[in-house]
């Protein structure tokens, strides 16, 4: 089969489209997807420069988002051939002790699809069944690219939004980035929600997009400052929520943008990851520090029957053919996007 590989980490230079063996046939439990379309996250790139330990083996199927048919079934499957579904990518063991607790992204033994196992950017992938949901009937109907799109950057957005930072309406929530996947789904979870949004970009355009997506105020980092503008909008207060995903270049304005008891609540650092923390605003004004990952499979359940509903369709940014899935991680590496890059997979 065809699939977009990693041949060796340190850049793009080492990426192809190349012939893999196709997976074997599904186990028990298991369930073959014919893929349709995959989607970028910046856990790609992070795979592609390189992960200590990561990737387990090479060449390596890059990608952990996709939709597809499903195409052959192992034994003790609910699905059908034909069934079409997204595909949650995180992996959990379903048998630890965090697992039984119904928290199977703090899982001993958690992975990604296209970070630890591989990836969705091929014509097939072999995956648990209980990794599947079916793609909710909308009209006009998703897109294969908007089905790839959805999955990892919804459901980490719903942890973090919902389960981990437990925003409630009318609460301040400052975004940064909203180009990223996470930040735009974070926006619109919180909207959701019923709390008041602060997005930021270094893009005007993007900002504007973000007014017509929910945002009640935009701030272009680049040229005003958040904190003082975060200042002048809560009246000196500060937001009740910060959604971090950048890490170094923000983490100090995020602690300075808070309110009394505000918590932060983190998935990643995009601009590097060491944090420096001053304790004293920590302790004094109560902040909480949240770390957040993917989601369980609880979660993944609320936030399909979200779409199901209408609410958080994908936003597709561009799609590109699997033959140029290069020029696809370019644009995700220039930050050119806003919402989600997909790559679609010939049926
Ligand atoms: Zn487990």
Redesign the pocket.
């Known amino acids: 089969m065809k699939a977009f590989v990693l041949r060796a980490t340190g850049g793009l230079e080492h990426t192809a489209v190349a012939e893999v063996p196709e997976p074997r046939a599904p186990g028990l439990g298991e369930v073959r997807v014919a893929l349709r379309a995959a989607a970028l996250n910046h856990l790609d790139l992070f795979v592609v420069n390189g992960l200590p330990g990561l990737p387990r083996t090479l060449p390596h199927i890059l990608g952990s988002d996709g939709a597809g048919v499903v195409e052959q079934v192992g034994a003790d499957s609910p699905w059908r051939p034909g069934d079409a579904v997204m595909v949650n990518p995180g992996i ?9 607790k119904g ?2 992204s ?5 992975g990604i699809l296209g970070e630890h196992h591989p990836g969705l950017m091929a014509q097939y992938v072999n995956v648990p069944a209980h990794n599947l949901a079916r793609i909710p009937p909308l009209d006009p109907a998703l897109t294969w690219a908007e089905a790839a799109a959805f999955s990892l950057v919804s459901l980490t957005a719903w942890r973090m939004v919902v389960t981990r930072a437990a925003v409630h309406a009318g609460e301040w929530v400052l975004v940064w980035g909203i180009g990223g996947g996470v930040s735009l789904a974070a926006m619109r979870i919180a909207k959701l929600l019923g709390a008041r949004v602060i997005a930021t970009s270094s893009s005007d355009a993007k900002l504007e997009r973000a007014r017509a997506l929910g945002a009640d105020v935009t701030l272009n980092h680049r040229t005003q400052s958040v904190v003082a503008e975060v200042r002048t909008l809560t009246a000196k207060r500060g937001v009740d929520i910060v959604v971090e995903n950048v890490g170094e270049a923000t983490w100090a304005d995020s602690l300075r943008s808070l309110a009394k008891g505000g918590r932060i609540v983190t998935c990643g650092g995009t601009s590097g990851p060491k944090l420096v923390t001053d304790v004293r605003p920590l302790f004094w004004h109560q902040f909480s520090i949240l770390g957040s990952t993917m989601g369980n499979a609880r979660e993944y359940a609320a936030v399909v029957e979200q779409l199901g509903q209408g609410q958080l369709r994908p936003i597709v940014d561009a799609e590109f053919a699997l033959a140029d899935a290069r020029q696809a991680f370019e644009r995700l590496e220039q930050g050119a996007q806003l919402g989600k890059i997909a790559i679609t997979v010939a049926a």
Do not use: A, G
């Open positions: 959990s063991d379903y048998t630890c002790e965090f697992c039984r928290e199977h703090l899982c001993v033994d958690y």
